[in-house]
C-alpha cells in the first residue's frame, strides 16, 4: 500500500457519444506528467457516476468504443513510477444502469425515480436494497479487487436516499417498522448502506485504504480507513472546511483536504482557479495539520491537461520541502467544541470556526465519545444539548476547576426544559419566542461593543438571573415581533425595554449567552457578537496557546506539533468577493514587525523549509516571535 500524499483526485464521469474516445490517452504520458508534478497518489476512474466501466468488464459496461484496458494500463505505469492508486466507483449513481432497470433506483415519496434537474448528477439515484443492482455493484468491486493490485477503493455518492420502492417497504415490514412513517423510512436506507458498507469492508480488508465518501464521518469510522474532505471553496463555501478538519482530524489519523483546481465545480472542463487559490486551501490543509488532494477531470479523448499539472507541479514541489515537519504532525488545541452524535456541522460550526479563526483560538471539534480531558475550555454551542453520558464528563471537566462556554440552547437536556447540570446557575424561562430582541451590556467599558442595544438576530432561551449569577448584558425586548397581523406588515421592530432577563451571564466557570451567537456570526457577521464570545472566552483562557500583536483578522495563524517541536503557521491570503465568486487572484501581506507569542518556552525558531534562523524572545509563560514580512504564508518551527 503506497503512501497517501500529495494526491489527486480524478473525475472521469464521460457522456454517452464521444466519438473519439481515449484516441489520444496515452498510459506512459499520464504517468509521467503525475510525476513530473510530484504526485504521489491518485483517486483514478474503473466506474463513473455514468455507469460506464473503463476496463473490460464482464459484469458491467464499458465504455463503448474504449480501447485496452484504461484503467489497467494507468494502474501498471503509476506503480511503476511509484504513484499509489485507489480505483474510484461511483456506487451512488450509474445512469446507464439506472436507466436500463428502473426498478434498481430509488423510488422517492411521490412515487418517482427521476426528479429535480435532470442535466446535473442526482436526479436519480441507486438502491443498495434491490437484488439486482447490489448484485451487481458487489459484483463490480470484487472484480477490480480480484483483477487488479489496488492500493484502495474510493466509493462515492453514498449519500442516505429514503427508499420507498417495494423491496424496502417490504423488508420495514418484516422488521416491524412502518412504511408510513418517513423517519422509519430514512433509518431504514441508512441501516442499508451501512451494511453496504461492512460488506464492502469484508472485501477489501485493512491491508488496502478505503473511503466511503458521503458517509458520515463517524458513523463509518471503523470501515474507513482515512477521510478525504470533499471540499471546492468556490462551491462549498470557505467556510466550509474549517469546522470538518477539526472534526475530521480526531476522528482519523489521516486525514486529506481535497480540494480542486476548478473555478465553479467539478466537471469545469475550462476551469481553472489561479495558483495563489490553489496555494491558499493547501496552506489550510497543512495549518490543520491534513494532507493535500488536488481534485481535477480528465479529457475523455485526450490525456490529462498540461497547464494544470504545470501548477500542481510548482505546489506539490513547494509542500515536498514541508514534509519533514508535515508528515504526522498534530493540530495543537486550547479549546474542545461540542457536536451531536450526527455530526452534521452546520451554520453554527461554520460560524464558530470563522470566528475563532479570526480571534486566533485554536480548537477541535469532538462528540461525547471522545476524550475531552486535555481542554481547557469546552463550547455548547447554538443548539448543542447535552445527554446523560455528555452530562458526566462535563461534571468532571468543571470539577477540575476549567471553564465551559454555552450559547443558544447549549447545555439544556435533550427535552429542552432545562439546562442539564446544576452547575448552570441560571433560570430557564423557556425558549425564546420573540424573532427581533437586542442585548446590551451592563458596563460601558467592554472594548468593541460599547453602550448600544445590539440585535440578536438568532434566539435561544430566556434566562433570569439568580444570586449566583453575574449578568454581563441585558436582555432588551422590542416593541413587537416582525409578524403581519391583518392590517400591517410588522417590519420596524425597535428596541423598547429591559425584561429581568440576561442576555449574558456568568455562574462560575460557565459563561452562556443566550441567543444562537455562531449562527448568527456566519449569517450576519456582526462585530459586537464576536466581541461578546472573545470577552468571554479572555476569562475562561487567560493564557491561550497563542496571542497576536499586529495581525489582521483576515489571517490564521495555528499551531501544529511534530517530535520535540512545534510548528507556527502564518497564513495572510484569503479570499476576495467578485460579483458571485470569492476569488484569490494574490497573496496578502503582512508587514515586517507583528508579533506571534506561543505559549511554552523554545529555545530557537527557524523560518522552513530553509532553515533559516528567527530571533525568539521567552517573556514568562510565553515565547515572542516577531514576525519577519510574510507574504501568502510562512511556517516558522519553535525546537522545545
Known sequence: ???????????????????????????????RILKNAKVKYINAFAKCNLGFAYYPTKIGIPYPGMKGDMFGDLLREC?????????????????????????????????????????????????????????????????????????????????????YGNECLEDMVKQGLDPLNDDHVRAHSEEVLMQFSRDVKKLVGNEKYLYLNGMPYYKVKDLDTHIEIECLPSAWSYDYFGAQAAYARNIQKKVLYMT???????????????????????????????????????????????????????????????????????????????????G??????????????ELKYSFDILNEDM?????????????????????EKLEKHLLENKGILSTGEGGLNPEKTGFALEQWKFKFDGLDTSNSSYFKMVKEDYEN?????????????????????????????????????????????????????AAVARSGNIYHICFKVFEAYYNVAMLSHKAIVEYCMKKLLPKPMIKCEGIPSTARITLTEKEKAVQLHVKATF??????????????????????????????????????????????????????????????????
Open 1 to 31: 500500500m503506497k503512501l497517501m500524499k500529495r494526491a489527486i483526485h480524478l473525475d472521469f464521469h464521460t457522456m454517452p457519444g464521444i466519438y473519439n474516445f481515449n484516441d489520444r490517452w496515452d498510459p506512459e504520458e499520464f504517468a
Open 79 to 163: 506503480h511503476k513510477n511509484d504513484i499509489g492508486v485507489s480505483a474510484y466507483v461511483n456506487v451512488g449513481l450509474d445512469h446507464e444502469h439506472a436507466r436500463l432497470h428502473r426498478d434498481w433506483c430509488v423510488l422517492n415519496k411521490d412515487g418517482q425515480v427521476i426528479y429535480g434537474d435532470r442535466t446535473a448528477n442526482f436526479f436519480r439515484n441507486m438502491c443498495y436494497n434491490h437484488p439486482g443492482y447490489r448484485n451487481y455493484i458487489m459484483g463490480i468491486i470484487k472484480e477490480i479487487l480480484n483483477n487488479y493490485d489496488i492500493d484502495g477503493l474510493f466509493l462515492d455518492c453514498m449519500g442516505v436516499w429514503p427508499c
Open 260 to 342: 480542486g483546481r476548478f473555478q465553479k465545480s467539478w466537471g469545469d472542463f475550462g476551469g481553472l482557479k489561479s495558483k495563489a487559490s490553489l496555494e491558499n486551501d493547501i496552506w489550510d490543509a497543512l495549518s490543520n495539520a491534513l494532507d493535500v488532494s488536488i481534485g481535477d477531470h480528465m479529457h475523455p479523448a485526450e490525456n490529462l491537461e498540461p497547464e494544470v499539472y504545470k501548477i500542481v507541479g510548482e505546489i506539490y514541489s513547494d509542500i515536498e520541502k514541508y514534509e519533514p515537519w508535515t508528515e504526522d504532525a498534530k493540530y495543537v488545541a486550547d479549546i474542545g467544541v461540542l457536536t451531536d452524535s450526527t
Open 344 to 357: 452534521f456541522l452546520g451554520d453554527t460550526y461554520k460560524g464558530l470556526a470563522r470566528m475563532f479563526g
Open 371 to 391: 476524550d475531552l480531558s486535555k481542554y481547557k475550555v469546552l463550547v455548547l454551542p447554538d443548539s448543542m444539548k447535552v445527554t446523560p453520558k455528555l452530562k
Open 449 to 501: 461593543i460599547g453602550n448600544m442595544r445590539w440585535a440578536m438576530y438568532y434566539h435561544g432561551i430566556l434566562i433570569s438571573p439568580t444570586e449566583d449569577t453575574e449578568v454581563i448584558a441585558e436582555y432588551i425586548k422590542p416593541y413587537f415581533n416582525r409578524h403581519w397581523d391583518g392590517f400591517h406588515g410588522y417590519y420596524y421592530t425597535p428596541p423598547e425595554k429591559k425584561t429581568g432577563h
Open 575 to 640: 479570499p476576495e468577493v467578485r460579483g458571485k465568486m470569492d476569488i484569490i487572484e494574490e497573496h496578502q501581506i503582512i508587514p515586517a514587525g507583528a508579533k506571534v507569542s506561543v505559549r511554552g518556552n523554545y529555545k530557537k525558531a527557524y523560518i522552513a523549509p530553509n532553515r533559516v534562523p528567527i530571533d525568539i524572545v521567552c517573556n514568562n509563560d510565553y515565547t515572542d516571535v516577531v514576525l519577519p514580512e510574510v507574504k501568502g504564508y510562512m511556517m516558522i518551527v519553535l525546537e522545545k
